[in-house]
């Protein structure tokens, strides 16, 4: 059985900085794992993914050279390093898993596996 669980969500100060985590069990190591957001009242989005090779990565243009993705492969974890945080960036982060990053490249917002979701509030 695969899951899928975040930590690192909180309250912080627009400006600031919090780095996400996500640790995988049970999936398989060539599973591409990624983060969506859901802000208040409006759809999941797809904001970040990267590959089992690094190689293979996606950012949305609303977190482009503020957010930076990294992954362990043999911890099976995914961090998200966001930087200079908006209040728009407030709401639900979720990990996910799924084949290939291209899909949520592409603005598919399925994936094979979901974790419970972290709580990001920026506000000062």
């Known amino acids: 059985q695969v899951h899928l669980v975040e930590s690192g969500g909180g309250l912080v100060q627009p400006g600031g900085s919090l780095t996400l985590s996500c640790t995988a069990s049970?999936?398989?190591?060539?599973?591409?794992i990624g983060w969506f957001h859901q802000a208040p009242g409006k759809d999941r989005e797809a904001i970040s993914c990267i590959g089992r090779n690094h190689g293979n990565m996606f950012y949305a243009d609303s977190v482009k050279g503020r957010f930076t993705i990294s992954r362990d492969n043999a911890k099976m974890t995914v961090w998200l390093r966001m930087d200079s945080l908006k209040p728009d960036d407030s709401g639900l982060y979720y990990c996910?898993?799924?084949?290939?990053?291209?899909?949520?490249?592409?603005?598919?917002?399925?994936?094979?596996?979901w974790g419970q979701g972290t709580q990001v509030t920026v506000q000062g």
């Open positions: 996910a898993a799924d084949i290939l990053c291209s899909g949520w490249a592409a603005g598919s917002d399925r994936a094979d596996y």
């Open positions: 049970g999936l398989e190591d060539f599973y591409a």
